[in-house]
């Protein structure tokens, strides 16, 4: 069985167990608690480097970086496909994936704003003012993306889960964390709430992990 390393509320994790769900993989869920820094133990260095989660462990491979990862599951099982068929569609659902995973998650993940709380000093209230401007910018652009998008079904892309969604849902879950208004972006909301009624994604939630707190 695979082994998935990862934390309840990482984006990254989030996006990875959607995926995996979607195809129907089992994995062996090991939680590294990024609250206590875990990812910066030699131990789990060790098995990564940088430090960062997700990584998935198989019997021959151990992968990082979640964006490999992904296509690494979409070349490996290929069914349900998470890519659609012809190029110009793999290409939009690719860079719709990219304006969250390269230009709005990775400004706001918990490394960032643990420099500006611990060495920059800013105060929570300004950190909160960053990671608003920098999800509701990237938000704005994906919301006119995909209302120009005639053709587009309940998701991301056409009538079937993709990649973006994948990327879409966790970043959601963050921008309500971070009280984002999200009335500008009625497609992104609705697309969330339909992928709220599917059990791959329901079950990739961070609240239903094992290593969610206990409230």
């Given amino acids: 069985m695979m082994k998935l390393y990862g934390y309840f ?3 990254t994790s989030h996006r990875t167990r959607i995926a995996m ?3 129907q993989l089992d994995y062996e ?31 021959d491979l151990v992968m990082f970086q979640s964006p490999a990862i992904l296509e690494w599951l979409e070349e490996t099982y290929p069914q349900p496909p998470l890519l659609p068929n012809d190029r110009a569609g793999r290409v939009r659902v690719r860079a719709l994936s990219a304006m969250i995973g390269c230009d709005i998650h990775p400004i706001n993940n918990r490394r ?6 611990n060495e920059l000093n800013v105060d929570e209230s300004q950190v909160m003012t960053w990671c608003q401007r920098w ?3 990237g938000f704005a652009a994906l919301e006119f993306l995909l209302d120009e998008d005639k053709h587009r079904g309940d998701f991301c892309y056409g009538n079937q889960p993709t990649l973006a969604d994948c990327y879409l849902i966790p970043q959601v879950y963050s921008a309500r964390r971070f009280k ?12 969330d709430k339909h992928c709220q009624t599917l059990p791959a994604f329901i079950e990739a939630a ?4 094992p290593d969610t707190p206990t409230p």
Avoid: C, H
């Fill in 180 to 191: 984002v208004d999200l009335s500008p972006y009625p497609n992104i909301v609705a697309i």
């Fill in 206 to 209: 961070p609240e239903n992990q």
């Fill in 21 to 23: 769900n979607l195809k």
């Fill in 135 to 137: 999800i509701s910018d």
């Fill in 112 to 117: 960032i704003l643990q420099y500006l709380r």
């Fill in 9 to 11: 509320r990482s984006g």
């Fill in 29 to 59: 869920s090991i939680s590294i608690n990024l609250a206590q820094d875990e990812q910066l133990q030699s131990t789990f260095k060790a098995i990564n480097p940088q430090g960062l989660v997700p990584v998935l462990e198989t019997k």
